[in-house]
T-cell receptor, first 116, second 111 residues
Framework: DTAVSQTPKYLVTQMGNDKSIKCEQN?????MYWYKQDSKKFLKIMFS???????INETVPNRFSPKSPDKAHLNLHINSLELGDSAVYFC???????????????FGPGTRLTVL | EDQVTQSPEALRLQEGESSSLNCSYT??????LFWYRQDPGKGPEFLFT???AGEEKEKERLKATLTKKESFLHITAPKPEDSATYLC????????????FGTGTRLTIIP
């Protein structure tokens, strides 16, 4: 019954590799997000998609590419991983108040990425 | 640019000792202010949404209030299980969906 789920929960990889993180929500929301939480626990938006369309891209390197096959899924692909990419990545979803929602963003459990 | 500042950074309370956490914000136009709780190794768990000044929301030992410049999360007679990091975030302007987070308050309740 998990509302927002992510896989994998942990990801350990070498520098230079390419990896993907998957996210799914079963809340029927139109908008999905990726956030990055650094070592100081600060949460910052990376991307936002509304109905499969990119609406926010916050100065994230081109190595990061989100993909939304449908409005319930938003995956994050990362090319040529660097040490500085090590962080916890959270997926979230929400429904706009104008579309009958509450604007509240609900978060997944996170994916801890460690680049060696 | 939107800014959110939370204080204190860390707070240690005895069980049953009530207190308040502060979230002050500077935004162009507030669409909503959100409180989350985050336990170690987990995602932020939604607590409250406040939309306009004067609004209050309550849930068990927690009560959130909102003014035009800040929000407070009041914790009444806390228990050890209330220990967590509490995050405040603001959402501004329809069409801009990003949440701007504060750095959080790490709350520890001592039995």
């Amino acid at each position: 019954d998990t509302a927002v789920s992510q896989t994998p929960k942990y990801l350990v990889t070498q520098m230079g590799n390419d990896k993907s993180i998957k996210c799914e929500q079963n809340l029927g929301h139109d908008t999905m997000y990726w956030y990055k939480q650094d070592s100081k626990k600060f949460l910052k938006i990376m991307f936002s998609y509304n109905n499969k369309e990119l609406i926010i891209n916050e100065t994230v390197p081109n190595r990061f590419s989100p993909k939304s096959p449908d409005k319930a899924h938003l995956n994050l692909h990362i090319n040529s991983l660097e040490l500085g990419d090590s962080a916890v990545y959270f997926c979230a979803s929400s429904q706009d108040r104008r579309a009958g929602g509450t604007d509240t963003q609900y978060f997944g459990p996170g994916t801890r990425l460690t680049v060696l | 640019e939107d800014q959110v500042t939370q204080s204190p950074e860390a707070l240690r309370l005895q069980e049953g000792e009530s207190s308040s956490l502060n979230c002050s914000y500077t935004v162009s136009g507030l669409r909503g202010l959100f409180w989350y709780r985050q336990d170690p190794g987990k995602g932020p768990e939604f607590l409250f949404t406040l939309y306009s000044a004067g609004e209050e929301k309550e849930k068990e030992r927690l009560k959130a209030t909102l003014t035009k410049k800040e929000s407070f999360l009041h914790i009444t007679a806390p228990k050890p299980e209330d220990s967590a990091t509490y995050l405040c975030a603001v959402l501004t302007n329809f069409g801009n969906e990003k949440l701007t987070f504060g750095t959080g308050t790490r709350l520890t309740i001592i039995p």
